[in-house]
Every structure is written in structure tokens, then in C-alpha cells.
């Protein structure tokens, strides 16, 4: 009986071959047996899937526990967000590392200089974003493991070269990257997208060097990014241009900043709190109090459109700069 494989289980396919690491095989060969068309036809190829998705995990659970250390595994901190860098070698990647935080990075005029994951924690006003440099991809080579990173990730910063000699060239690396290990949607989604959809990332794409941009290079960039991706430019001879680098960012986490305030105190305003837009009073007591939490009785606020200390529910949905004061019972 003919196997009839779907798009799906195609895509699936391709990410598999295209997988460097364990856990990024484990990861396609589990989409693949989710998508594998259930018939007689396929009993051989299902048992298969089934046998080598074991084997691996085998694999992957032994390595741990013998310490095995997963070098492009980047615990996230505290910040507002973690942004994994991606690019071609040499696009500048290293660069806004070193200009937007203080983190210590090679920076050099050769391509891959950049070996191994390096975070740094850049400042978008008083909210702290980590920022994960990479080592540069290819169409030849992706370091094993640094897939894992950008599946990790809450934004993927994709940089392109303004300076590049062929900027559409770059732009088509960075693309079949991405849509190869389903991080963005294929070129024509009409295929079911759900079960990969855990799979997609924000992406923000980074165009860098403005100040050796050569005129119309930018527009160009602008036409191939527009129905995939969100941009922005920069160069790091424009300190404007990084902060609104940070700004961009950002947006596109998606996080509001919360500032606590104890009652019959003066509200702190820094070292807010970071949580996803839409989070709740009562998320923010879990953030703040885990065990006591459930004890939260009301909330007073300050912020914007508000009067100055007016309760709100456990469910009110928090805004960007709001101040609170948690009472419990
Ligand atoms: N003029 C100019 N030069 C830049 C800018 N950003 C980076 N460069 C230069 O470009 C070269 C490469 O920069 P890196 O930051 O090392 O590039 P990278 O992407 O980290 O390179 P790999 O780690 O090898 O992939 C260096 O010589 C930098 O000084 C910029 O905005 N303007
Ligand atoms: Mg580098």
C-alpha cells in the first residue's frame, strides 16, 4: 500500500535532516509521527519513527546524567526577555553585543570570530533585555546546538549587512535557516500549520551598518522583509540608532514593566517587574509572592487614566508602568 506522505510529514522530514543536535531530532521525529498519514501502508515506517525516537531519548537522557554540558544552553536570568542573534558572518552581530551592553565580545573584520553563545543584558530604558550572541551560520554550516538556542529564545534578531556586497544573498541565507526549522511559516501557508506551530519564534530582522549602506540597499531589504518579518537599522556609529534597536525589541517581546509599592511607602520607580502583555494582578503575586499568592485580597494602582490609588481585582489586566501595591489577607 503506497505511503501517500503529507506536506506535513515532508516538513517534518526536512527538519529532521536538517537537525544538528539530539534534542532537535527528537523534536522532528516527534512532528513526524504526529503527521505520518495512520494506515496499513505505513506500520513499518511508524514502528521505525517509534524505535529511533527511543533510541535518541535513551541517548539524550544518558548524556545528562552523565553531565553532558549543552554549551549553547543559556540560562535566561531575570531579564525582560532573551534575543538570540542569527546572521551571515561578519554582519555586525558581535558588534551590538559589545555597543548595547558590557558584555566582553570579539569583534573583528573576519569572518567567525564568534565561537560559542555570549549574553549580555542591554537596557531598553529601566527594562533589562538579554541579548545572546552567536556564532554566524552558513548555508554549509550551523554550529550543533545553536538551534537549540533559538528554539529557546523569546526573539530571534535576525542581522543583515547593509555593507554586504549582495544583501539579497544574506537575506536568502538567514530565510531558509528560519523556514527550514519551521522558526517562521513556509513561503505559501496553506498546508495545516498547528502542529508546528509551537515551533515559530518572533523575529526581528536587524539591518546593521547603516553608515556603509550603499543608497537603495536599504529599500531593497525593506521590499524582501515586508510579508515575513518586521525591521529596523542601525550601526553602531549612531548611538540613536541602537537605543531604538532596543526599543523595537521591545515592542515585539510583548512584556509590560511593573513597578511594586509597599503601602504607606513611596512607590521604587526601577527595577520593575517584567511580565507578558496581558498578564493579571494576581500574576503579578505570583511573580512577587509565589506562596502567597493565593491570599491576595486586592490591588491599588497608579498609573495612566487611573485615580491615583483606585483597587482593582485580582484579574485586572495590568498596563505598561503601572504602579501597585499587592494587599493580601
Ligand atoms: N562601519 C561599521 N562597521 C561595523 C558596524 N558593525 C560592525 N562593524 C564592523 O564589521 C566587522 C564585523 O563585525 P562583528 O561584530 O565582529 O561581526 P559578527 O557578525 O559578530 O562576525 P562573526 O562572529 O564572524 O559572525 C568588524 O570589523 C566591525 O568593526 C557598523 O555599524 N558600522
Ligand atoms: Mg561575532
Not at 534575543?83 to 569572518?111: E, F, R, W
Not at 508546528?196 to 549602506?213: G, I, N, Q, S
Not at 537603495?216 to 549612531?238: F, K, N, W
Not at 507578558?276 to 506562596?291: I, Q, Y
Request: with cysteine.
Amino acid at each position: 500500500m503506497p505511503a501517500n506522505l503529507t506536506p506535513e510529514y515532508k516538513r517534518a522530514e526536512e527538519m529532521f535532516r536538517q537537525a544538528g543536535s539530539t534534542e532537535e531530532k527528537i523534536t522532528a521525529l516527534e512532528l513526524m509521527l504526529q503527521t505520518i498519514p495512520k494506515h496499513k501502508g505505513t506500520d513499518h515506517m511508524q514502528a521505525d519513527l517509534k524505535r529511533r525516537l527511543s533510541k535518541l531519548k535513551t541517548e539524550s537522557a544518558s548524556k545528562k546524567k552523565s553531565g553532558g554540558k549543552d554549551l549553547f544552553h543559556v540560562p535566561r536570568g531575570t531579564s525582560g526577555g532573551q534575543v538570540c542573534m542569527l546572521g551571515t558572518p561578519n554582519s555586525g552581530k558581535s558588534s551590538i553585543l559589545a555597543y548595547t551592553t558590557h558584555a566582553h565580545v570579539q569583534v573583528a573584520d573576519y569572518p567567525f570570530s564568534t565561537i560559542g553563545p555570549v549574553p549580555g543584558i542591554m537596557m531598553h530604558e529601566d527594562v533589562p533585555i538579554q541579548l545572546v550572541d552567536m556564532p554566524p551560520i552558513t548555508p554549509e554550516h550551523v554550529e550543533p546546538g545553536q538551534i537549540g538556542a533559538y528554539r529557546q529564545c523569546d526573539l530571534i534578531l535576525v542581522n543583515l549587512d547593509l555593507s554586504a556586497v549582495d544583501v539579497t544573498e544574506e537575506w536568502e541565507v538567514c530565510l531558509d535557516f528560519l523556514r527550514q526549522r519551521n522558526f517562521i511559516l513556509p513561503e505559501n501557508p496553506k498546508q495545516d500549520e498547528d502542529v508546528f506551530k509551537h515551533l515559530l519564534r518572533p523575529c526581528l530582522a536587524a539591518c546593521t551598518k547603516t553608515d556603509l549602506a550603499r543608497p537603495g540597499d536599504y529599500e531593497v531589504m525593506q521590499e524582501l522583509c515586508a510579508d515575513t518579518m518586521p525591521m529596523t537599522r542601525c550601526s553602531i556609529h549612531e548611538p540613536e540608532s541602537l537605543k531604538q534597536l532596543a526599543f523595537d525589541i521591545f515592542k515585539i517581546l510583548d512584556i509590560v514593566r511593573i513597578y511594586s509599592k509597599l503601602p504607606g511607602k513611596e512607590a521604587e520607580l526601577k527595577d520593575p517587574f517584567t511580565l507578558p502583555c496581558g498578564s493579571t494582578v494576581f500574576d503579578l503575586a505570583l511573580k512577587v509572592h509565589r506562596e502567597l499568592a493565593e491570599n491576595l485580597k486586592f490591588a491599588r494602582i497608579w498609573g495612566e487614566g487611573k485615580y491615583p490609588g483606585q483597587q482593582v481585582p485580582r484579574d485586572y489586566i495590568l498596563q505598561d508602568k503601572d504602579v501597585i501595591e499587592l494587599h493580601f489577607h
